[in-house]
């Protein structure tokens, strides 16, 4: 008798433990898909990258394959590249996200084949070598990182061109007018497809 008394016990906390998991993770859902619906699909996936690769820095540092220290350099970098990500998305409206690039300053030299810039000269949205866009700061936890968005090779392909024609223009050559007439006008260099 008391046995049975113990076990329907144990059945009714089981039985109260599993639905109040299941409230807590309904409600969840529920924060979860409110907050998805703020933005499309390209920017939830990206979200969702982002997640992952917490998941692996988390993953790898619970088994000791990397220092204090890297784990918190790396989830800071993450941190920054959502919150960064997030803000584009907001002020854009746009499901559309570049390829960010977070870097300490210590890091700069990694992304620039000359010498890096200094971080107190760089301006939002100033262009650096045709390949990146510079978007600015962001403090996570302690760290400071420069954010930039990676320039596809067609706007790095125009902005060359541009940038040929505009001193073709100031020295009185005729690069100006050696450009085709489509790229004259601002479109982008069509897309080659090679079988």
Known sequence: MRAENILQRLLVISLLACSAFAAAHAQGSRKGSAGGDEFGPIVRSYLDYLR??????????????????????????IRALRQMAIQIARESENDYLPELEAVSQGELDQLFDTPPPKP?????GELLEYKFRFLGVVVSGREKFYLFA???PYEQAELRQKAKAQTGAQTG??????????NAAGTRPRRVNIP
């Open 173 to 182: 050559g005729h690069a100006a007018t050696s450009q085709p007439a489509a």
């Open 150 to 152: 990676r320039l596809d």
């Open 52 to 77: 992952v690769q917490q998941d692996v820095v988390d993953d790898r540092v619970s088994r000791r394959e990397v220092d204090r220290r890297y784990y918190l350099h790396n989830s800071n970098r």
């Open 120 to 124: 107190s000269a760089l301006k939002v």
